[in-house]
């Protein structure tokens, strides 16, 4: 570290060693030392127009100021990152920026819209791989969050406002997160997105609408028929459909820009 202080064109690689280290003191509970070195980062990155390292910058110092009860800080924080990853396009970001909102929604008495926002960072997480995985001690805190808010909300709340979390699709997410959408109902109705359906359930919907059965769907994506069985029975019970046919009706509906839901 004291080296790359040193260095004349070692800016990002200083950078990203800062987050790196300002997230461990995270981890660790040391706030006032991870405020410290991600506030040297955030700086540094300012200077030199660095936006992708300077997001991570102010997602993991408005972790630590959520960890710290400092929690005005931490919504604007965790907002100007998420704002920042998502025009940058970094899904991992917006993931983790989604998670830390929700944190701080139930620490401030909002389980449903904390839920909600757990819900959307673990479906925008899901084409990366398993939510959270490699870091235990996030995956710890989601733990007693979701616990909390599991105990205040009841089974069945807790399951509705998971499902309406993951069905938000991206853009509307990152809208809902950052207060610029209050709704997280359907949305346009040309935009599959906002379908109540995981990335893979939405693959799998596609795949049904263009008269694939479930065993060409699973020699398609190389999976079990059981496991696509198990898809669309979700799929049908989402949609509040019944058969196969209304998926394919409403995914050709949408895509001429009209509900068939309606």
Not at 88 to 97: E, H, K, M, Q, Y
Not at 170 to 187: L, W
Request: glycine share 12%; with cysteine.
């Amino acid at each position: 570290m004291r080296l790359g202080r040193r260095l004349p064109a070692a800016d990002a690689v200083l950078a990203e060693a800062l987050i790196h280290l300002g997230a461990v003191r995270c981890y660790e509970k040391q706030l006032v030392s991870a405020i410290d070195v991600l506030e040297e980062g955030r700086q540094l990155c300012a200077r030199h127009g660095e936006h992708w390292l300077l997001s991570w910058c102010e997602i993991l110092l408005g972790l630590a100021a959520h960890l710290g009860g400092r929690q005005a800080d931490a919504s604007t924080l965790l907002t100007q990152g998420l704002t920042r990853k998502h025009a940058v396009g970094d899904p991992l970001g917006i993931s983790f920026a989604l998670e830390f909102l929700g944190w701080h929604a139930i620490d401030s008495g909002d389980a449903e819209r904390g839920v909600r926002l757990i819900g959307a960072s673990e479906a925008v997480a899901e084409p990366l791989g398993a939510h959270l995985v490699g870091y235990p001690q996030l995956r710890e805190w989601h733990g007693d969050h979701t616990r909390h808010a599991r105990e205040s909300l009841g089974q069945r709340a807790f399951d509705k406002a998971l499902e309406v979390g993951r069905g938000l699709g991206r853009d509307r997410a990152v809208a809902y997160a950052s207060g610029k959408a209050t709704s997280t109902g359907p949305g346009p109705a040309g935009d599959r997105e906002d379908l109540p359906l995981t990335p893979r359930e939405r693959e799998i919907a596609e795949l049904v609408a263009s008269g694939k059965t479930n065993r060409q769907i699973a020699e398609e994506l190389v999976i079990a028929v059981r496991t696509v069985d198990t898809h669309v029975e979700n799929i049908l019970t989402k949609l509040g459909f019944t058969s196969r046919v209304q998926v394919a009706a409403l995914l050709t509906a949408r895509a001429g820009g009209i509900d068939a839901r309606s």
